[in-house]
């Protein structure tokens, strides 16, 4: 029951260490009971019965032990803040919230309850990192009721959670450094959170520290063999591989040549089109992928960029513009990729003009579809001024400038078995050739190496062929639809799944938490594209 008072600004931390202040001044209440009475109170602003509140603080005591204590417990609080601070009937105890009280608890749920955005704006990571920066520790650390341990996972949860979204956002931008500050946040406090060190040797992988990225592979490998006696899933043993397998680059200054990210699944397929699209690049200043949504535009384009870093004296660095909503910021994203910074002398469009103008270098600007019309401005007003700079787009749609070579993505080649359907029953054997005979398929070796990255026991055989091709076929050979259709083997069959795929927008959700929210379900791709 909120009522009209004044008081001194007051200041409450219950992440960590309770810590309590009034008008800059540290206040102590009379036992660390009376400081859990005040949070939970705060945490549950209901009306409470008293004897609940007795039975479950001083549950131990005798009840009429508890009620005193509860008493002595509560006069503390209204002595130190103030008699309305808490409304206090015969029966009932219940917290009265003003302004004047400050709760970093609050504050940091408020943030993360309004985190609903897809694209998030610069001002919105502002407030990620300030929630992120209010969690000192986990919910007064230094107290050990029963009721404390449900709030205190969940609060735990939610910050892994934000910590997570920061790590991939500063990722996103090509800021590794940064994005190491954040994973290693999550061990700190996760030390089995196995995404949190992928991230990790990720990052390191990119700022040229191979050896602290395959170290981080093997402190990671121990800490799930002694706390939870399990080994590193496939996905980061193929990371490891990766790592192993790949040439180290000979000096930290080489590796900054690229910022794109690192690919530790597989790609699959297209190799005509990847041999093509490289020489496209070469030949011509700029070449822009389209296609629909889903249809493996920015991972072909990944992959074709990856295979010209040596092509390009100054390297080929990838800039993520899907996130974008502002068509102001599509300057600045390019800017803080490359490393340049904003002059109060000119604007930022004629800084990156001066700053590429004698560099050999190929720009991957990816997921230009909702900022296309500055794109085209700044593309054409860069490659007029840049007579080095080669340039590669995905998008949806054509900027529509001159010297634009446009490739259209097509999905990925999926047999047509209509007629051996029409000729056997759902779901028919196949014999081994025709088994051998479909793999020669790029859906089908795509779904086949995705459900095996998630369920290490997949094969392909006679009794589960048809429903793969099946699979594969109903999906257009759509990579996206393909990838989210093989994470369900995880718990269903191949045949399932197959029969499920009338409500494909509804079954093909299970994209990787890490990844865009657009690339995370078939219906987010459609609805962004």
Known sequence: MSRAWSIPPIRLRLFGAFHLECDT??????????EALLAYLVLHPEPHAREKLAALLWGDFPDDQARASLRNALASIRKCLGNEII???????????????????????????????????????????????????????????????APRERFRTMYVDLLLQLVQWWRTYSDYARANHYAQRVVAIDPTNEKAHQHLIVNLIALGDRSAAYKQYKECERILRDELNVEPSLETQTLYQ???????????????????????LDFVGRERERAELERLV??????????????????????????????????VWWVNLATLSDEELVASTIAMALGVRESAQQTLENTLADYLRNKHL???????????????????????????????????????????????????????LTWYQRANSSFP?????????????????????????????????????????????????????????????????????????????????SGLRTALPHHQTLQGAMDWS
């Open 25 to 34: 001044q540290t206040i102590h209440l009379i036992t660390r009971k009376a």
């Open 87 to 149: 409304y206090i009937a015969r029966d009932a105890v219940q917290f009265n919230p003003h302004p004047s009280l400050w709760v970093d608890v609050s504050t940091f749920q408020k943030i993360i309850e309004a985190n609903t955005c897809t694209r998030p704006t610069r001002t919105d990571i502002e407030k990620w990192q300030t929630a992120a920066d209010l969690y000192r520790g986990d919910l007064l650390a230094n107290c050990y009721d029963d009721w404390l341990i």
């Open 242 to 264: 990766w790592l192993r397998q790949s040439e180290a680059r000979r000096t930290s200054a080489e590796s900054l040549l690229t910022n794109l990210p690192t690919r530790w």
């Open 282 to 315: 070469q030949r011509h200043r700029l070449v822009t992928l389209i296609g629909a949504g889903g249809c493996g535009k920015t991972s072909l384009a990944i992959q074709v960029a990856s295979q010209l870093v040596n092509a390009f004296r100054d390297g």
């Open 362 to 416: 190929l720009l991957l600007l990816d997921g230009c579809d909702h900022v296309v019309d500055t794109c085209a401005s700044l593309v054409e007003t860069l490659l007029s001024r840049c007579a080095q700079l080669h340039i590669l787009i995905t998008g949806r749609e054509a900027l529509g400038i001159a010297g634009e070579v446009l490739w259209q993505v097509q999905p990925l080649t999926a047999p047509d």
């Open 429 to 509: 054997k196949f014999t081994p050739e025709m088994v051998a005979d479909l793999m020669r398929f790029d859906a089908v070796q795509l779904f086949v190496k995705r459900a095996t990255a998630v369920n290490p026991h997949f094969v392909v055989n006679e009794k589960n062929a048809f429903a793969v091709a099946e699979i594969c076929r109903r999906l257009d050979g759509i990579p996206l639809a393909i990838e989210l259709a093989a994470a369900r083997t995880r718990t269903m069959s191949v045949a399932q799944i197959a029969d499920r795929l009338g409500d494909r927008f509804r079954i093909l959700t």
